[in-house]
C-alpha cells in the first residue's frame, strides 16, 4: 500500500476525499482484517478484504447505496488510498455481502475492537459507567 505525505498547501488542490488514505491506514495497519478475511472461502476473483475496503471506503464518502459504487470505480486515489487492488462492481459488491453477510459482520467486529485497542484510543466511562461512543460520516 502506498504510503502518503499529508501536508498543508495554499497552492494545491487535494481531492475532497483526502482523508481516505487515513482510513486505509487504519484498516491495513491496525487491523488484521486481511489476515482474518482470508478464511472466508473466496467463491470468486475479489478478495473479501477488498470488498470490506472499498464499502468501508464508500461509506466513508457518505454513501450506503451499493450502486453509488460505480462512481468511484475508476477513480485512482480511491483504489490507491484504501490499498484496494481488485474494485468490485456494485452488483458483485452486493452479492457477496450478500452470501457472506455472517461471517463478514464478525470479522468486520472483531476489526472494530481491534482497532481501539491497537490505536490505545483511551476509552473512559460516563458517571453512569458507560462508554460513549460517537460515529459520524463526514464527507
Known amino acids: 500500500m502506498r504510503r502518503f505525505q ?17 482510513v486505509g491506514l487504519a484498516i491495513n495497519r491496525f487491523t488484521a482484517l486481511k489476515k482474518t478475511l482470508r478464511g ?3 467463491r470468486h476473483g ?10 468501508v471506503g464508500h461509506l466513508c464518502l457518505g ?11 475508476l477513480d485512482g486515489y480511491f483504489k490507491e488510498a484504501l490499498g ?5 462492481s456494485s452488483a458483485r459488491l452486493r452479492q457477496r455481502f450478500d452470501e457472506d453477510a455472517r461471517a463478514l459482520i464478525d470479522c468486520v467486529d472483531d476489526a ?3 482497532f481501539v485497542r491497537n490505536t490505545k484510543a483511551p476509552v473512559t466511562p460516563l458517571s453512569t459507567g458507560h462508554v460513549a461512543l460517537d460515529m459520524d460520516v463526514h464527507a
Open 6 to 22: 499529508i501536508e498543508q498547501s495554499s497552492t494545491e488542490f487535494y481531492t475532497s476525499h483526502s482523508g481516505l488514505a487515513l
Open 40 to 42: 472466508i472461502v473466496k
Open 46 to 55: 475479489i478478495p473479501s478484504i477488498d470488498l470490506i475496503r472499498t464499502y
Open 63 to 73: 454513501k450506503s447505496d451499493f450502486d453509488a459504487i460505480e462512481n468511484v470505480r
Open 84 to 88: 484496494i487492488k481488485r474494485m468490485p
Open 112 to 114: 472494530a475492537v481491534e
